[in-house]
């Protein structure tokens, strides 16, 4: 989810069950004792909102840590293409020691069989790939 719009809908509907706390069910005001510690006095709102605002925080926070997992699982995804571009530099080349570790098992596959075989790319490689580093090698063979 968004979380510039999840912000927008929480702080909406917390003002709503504020504001609809306030004028329909009590404007009273209340203090609580916690562990000993007495708290301010303020309005049955407030006391109401306090927990949504926590939940608020709590969810924010849970999504920015399941979107950094996800940002270092696709951070592997992308090394590892990185790696393959390489190895299919290095069979364009004809190296003879190849040996790329990937991380992801797609891209485990894919890199062992292009570690086992020489690649002898036609004239249209240029033509065909968007890739400048696997162009560049077109003019060495």
């Known amino acids: ?5 999840y912000t927008v809908g929480a702080t909406m509907l917390i003002a709503l069950v504020g504001w609809y706390v306030y004028v329909y ?19 049955i709102a407030v006391w109401v909102v306090i927990p949504l605002v926590l939940l608020y925080l709590a969810s ?3 999504m920015a840590f399941y979107a950094v997992l996800s940002s270092i ?3 592997k995804y992308d090394k590892d293409f990185e790696r ?10 004809a190296k003879a020691e190849r040996n790329n570790v990937y991380k992801t098992p797609r891209y485990k596959l ?20 968007q890739n400048d580093k696997l162009c560049s090698y077109q003019s060495y063979r």
């Open 60 to 62: 924010v926070f849970h």
């Open 1 to 5: 989810m968004y979380i510039k719009r």
């Open 84 to 93: 393959v571009i390489d190895a299919i530099a290095d069979a364009y080349l």
């Open 110 to 129: 894919l890199g062992s069989i292009i570690d086992s075989t020489t690649l002898s790319p036609t004239k249209t490689l240029r033509a065909n790939t």
């Open 25 to 43: 069910i009590s404007q009273d005001s209340t203090s609580f004792e916690f562990f000993g510690i007495p708290l301010p006095n303020w309005p």
């Open 73 to 75: 699982k696709l951070r």
